[in-house]
C-alpha cells in the first residue's frame, strides 16, 4: 500500500489494513523495507526534449576537470511569506528519489514573496541581489546581469554562464 499510495502514512495504511497490529509496528515494517517518509522532489515537468538536452549537455562535459573553473551558475530561491509551505511526505526507498511517483510537480503561481538572485562558481560567489518585483528580462539585464553577473564573470576569468 504504502508503495501504491506514497503520501498515506503509517497511521492511514494501518487503517487501511483493518488489523490488531500497532502503528509502531506499521512504521518498524516500512523501514525495514526500506520505505523512509522523505519529502519529495520538487520539480518543474520536462518534457522528453527537456531530458534529452540535457543529457547532452551533461555527456558533452563529463570528462571536465579545471574547465569548470571557468562556469558560473546563476539561479534564484523564493521565499513565500505567509503562506503554507503545503509539506508533504512520500515513503521512498533511497533508489527511488526521482520515480514519477515520489516526485511532487511545481507550478508557478503568484503567491506573495521575495526572490533572492545568486551567482556561483568553482571557487567564489557572488553578492545575492533581491528582486523586489515580478521579473522581466529589461529588469533581469539591470537588476543581476549587468551590476553583478558581469563583474563576477570577468573576476573569475569565466567564459562560460550558466
Known amino acids: 500500500m504504502a508503495?501504491?499510495?506514497?503520501?498515506?502514512?503509517?497511521a492511514e495504511i494501518r487503517a487501511a489494513v483493518d488489523t490488531t497490529v500497532t502503528q509502531r509496528t506499521v512504521t518498524n515494517r516500512l523501514l525495514q523495507g526500506q520505505l523512509r517518509a522523505r519529502r519529495p522532489v520538487v520539480c518543474i515537468p520536462l518534457t522528453p526534449n527537456h531530458c534529452r538536452l540535457r543529457c547532452e549537455w551533461c555527456q558533452a562535459r563529463a570528462y571536465w576537470r579545471t574547465e569548470w573553473r571557468s562556469v558560473a551558475f546563476c539561479d534564484e530561491s523564493r521565499f513565500c511569506l505567509g503562506a503554507s509551505d503545503g509539506r508533504v511526505l512520500v515513503r521512498r526507498r533511497p533508489d527511488e528519489r526521482l520515480q514519477p511517483t515520489c516526485l511532487r510537480l511545481r507550478y508557478t503561481?503568484?503567491?506573495?514573496?521575495?526572490m533572492v538572485l545568486g551567482t556561483i562558481s568553482y571557487d567564489s560567489s557572488s553578492t545575492p541581489v533581491v528582486i523586489p518585483r515580478t521579473l522581466t528580462a529589461n529588469l533581469y539585464v539591470s537588476l543581476v546581469i549587468q551590476p553583478v553577473v558581469l563583474p563576477f564573470m570577468d573576476r573569475i576569468q569565466g567564459d562560460v554562464f550558466q
Not at 109 to 114: C, E, K, Q
Open 3 to 10: 508503495v501504491a499510495h506514497r503520501t498515506a502514512s503509517a
Open 109 to 114: 503561481r503568484p503567491i506573495p514573496g521575495i
